[in-house]
């Protein structure tokens, strides 16, 4: 036989097993716009029925591809995803630091995109399987990201996507992974509806089909309650968002500016408290650097914030930077601040999650190289090793810093550990809107994640309370000083997701290990069925 007549024998077993890929031609650009199509779903643009859309665009353009064809076309789709949603980090470091980590992200789809051409075979073989395994791979992919490397960078996660979306309940149920297996299922759903050249005499329904399984997937998503229950006790909060002198890398050059903004916010809410035109809050929380100056050892400092809490007479959450606790180290913390004894040491939470070549610089003479402004970092902050869990009397909070809510564990260790209300303080002064809204979705998620209610307090914006169902209250604007407060519920209570901790995202990320493994045993098979047909 020759070589021609084997080709042409080896032929129909191709076919047989789902035909062949999307011509190149037609996988680059459908590749590219499944990046774009993910962007606007996330915030500032929020277009979140755009995520599966995407999905759905990976999964036909790497199906039957070979593995550096899927890699790449993964690749290009995370390139279009990342390099415009991380944008705000070039905005006072330079493009290359920005580039760099686009370019990492990236990475990890053009690891997805290898993943879902390596089980084509699986998918071809069982059709009904494609949905499903488009939804573990995401999850497997978004549990090596967020861990890797030095800890991880889980910004662009699919289940951060849908704020605003009736998917957002699923965390109710099984935290971030579930909504993004969620919204991977529902691109997979896409697909196989529209996948051209099913067989069969029901392949004209397969679009129907999809479209309705998708809408059963919102559908029991909006059925999911949220919450843990009422039990009827509540705390009032105060916000102070005080503002900085001008945004940028620089805004620390002003710490005794945007400390007195914060002080001096405190004190005008607390004139309209013994006026009778507002309500004395029971807790205050300050942002995330709202004193640069260590208050600790700055006895001025520490007088200011002392005046803030004796004028609103409630302590003060405040986000402080600490120096030691050796020499030439610092921590970022949140300390609990009380009216008439001044700081509580025992309610201290130093943040546990430090933010590499932000916060402490890896490697810091190869990083040198890449970026002068490495050395704006001089002191390396330590990591804390307790949850952030600060009893402030009125309420346990669960206090996480800045990125720290992008991470499951860290907001999971404070409601295991008895929190009540959900705490971010952070600091945008560095960043833009785009980055502030995109991190308020990740606290809507959590307030449904844990069914508690949640705040974040930001330096410059924005800031904004968050109930239990994801709803956002007194958002303020970006770059601007401003002060709400709200009436915000207590529970003591646990939803399925708090139970079962990170058991979904195992469970998930094991079977796509298991179908990564089936289709060896598909392609080895296949393997056998050409060489005994040639």
């Not at 097993?17 to 680059?28: E, F, N, S």
């Not at 699986?122 to 800890?151: I, N, Y």
């Not at 120096?323 to 509580?344: F, Y």
Request: hydrophobic residues 50%.
């Amino acid at each position: 036989m020759t070589t021609l007549d084997r080709d042409e024998t080896r032929t129909p077993v191709v076919v047989r097993r789902g035909g062949a890929a999307l011509p190149l031609r037609v996988a680059v650009p459908v590749a590219v716009a499944a990046g774009v199509a993910l962007l606007l779903a996330f915030p500032p643009y929020g277009w979140w029925p755009l995520a599966p859309v995407g999905v759905a665009g990976l999964a036909a353009a790497a199906h039957r591809r070979r593995l550096r064809a899927g890699a790449g076309l993964g690749f290009l789709t995370g390139v279009a995803l990342f390099a415009p949603l991380l944008e705000w980090t070039n905005l006072h470091t330079g493009y290359l630091p920005w580039v760099l980590l686009s370019l990492l992200q990236a990475g990890y789809l053009a690891l997805l995109g290898a993943a879902t051409a390596w089980v084509s075979p699986l998918v071809d073989r069982w059709r009904w399987t494609w949905p499903p395994v488009t939804g573990v791979l995401w999850v497997g992919q978004e549990a090596l990201r967020d861990r890797t490397p030095f800890g991880g960078f889980p910004w662009g996660r699919l289940a951060f996507s849908q704020d605003t979306s009736p998917l957002l309940r699923w965390a109710w149920l099984g935290g971030a992974p579930l909504v993004t297996f969620a919204v991977a299922v529902a691109g997979g759903l896409l697909v196989v509806g529209l996948w051209r050249r099913w067989p069969g005499p029901d392949g004209a329904w397969r679009p129907v089909a999809g479209v309705a399984a998708g809408l059963l997937l919102l559908v029991g998503a909006a059925a999911l309650p949220t919450g843990t229950g009422d039990d009827g006790r509540s705390v009032r909060v105060a916000i102070v968002q005080g503002n900085v002198p001008r945004l940028g890398l620089d805004f620390n050059a002003q710490r005794q500016a945007v400390l007195n903004n914060h002080v001096d916010a405190t004190l005008k809410l607390a004139a309209q408290v013994d006026a009778g035109t507002a309500q004395r809050p029971d807790l205050v929380v300050w942002p995330e650097n709202s004193s640069d100056i260590d208050p600790l050892r700055n006895t001025a400092a520490g007088e200011r914030i002392s005046q803030a809490a004796d004028a609103i007479g409630a302590p003060i959450l405040v986000g402080a930077v600490l120096v030691g606790p050796d020499e030439g180290q610092v921590r970022n913390a949140g300390i609990l601040w009380r009216p008439g004894t001044g700081p509580d040491l025992e309610q201290l939470y130093t943040k546990r999650h430090p933010v590499p070549f932000a916060e402490y610089v890896p490697m810091r003479a190869l990083a040198r190289k890449i970026s002068a402004q490495v050395d704006r970092v001089r002191a390396d902050f330590v990591p804390g090793v307790a949850p952030g869990v600060v009893d402030a009397g009125a309420a346990v909070l669960g206090d996480v810093i800045c990125f720290e809510v992008a991470y499951d564990g860290l907001v999971r260790d404070t409601v295991d550990g008895g929190a009540q209300l959900l705490v971010v303080q952070t600091n945008n002064a560095t960043f833009d809107v785009a980055e502030a809204r995109q991190q308020l979705a990740m606290v809507r998620l959590r307030a449904v994640e844990h069914g508690r209610a949640a705040l974040m307090a930001s330096t410059v914006g924005v800031s904004g309370f968050v109930a239990p169902d994801g709803r956002v209250s007194d958002a303020t604007g970006f770059n601007t000083r401003a002060v709400v407060v709200r009436q915000l519920p207590l529970t003591d209570g646990r939803t399925p997701a708090t139970r079962a901790g990170r058991w979904p995202e195992v469970a998930l990320a094991g079977l796509a290990v298991l179908a990564l493994a089936g289709a060896v045993v598909l392609r080895r098979s296949r393997r056998r069925e050409v060489t005994a047909v040639g």
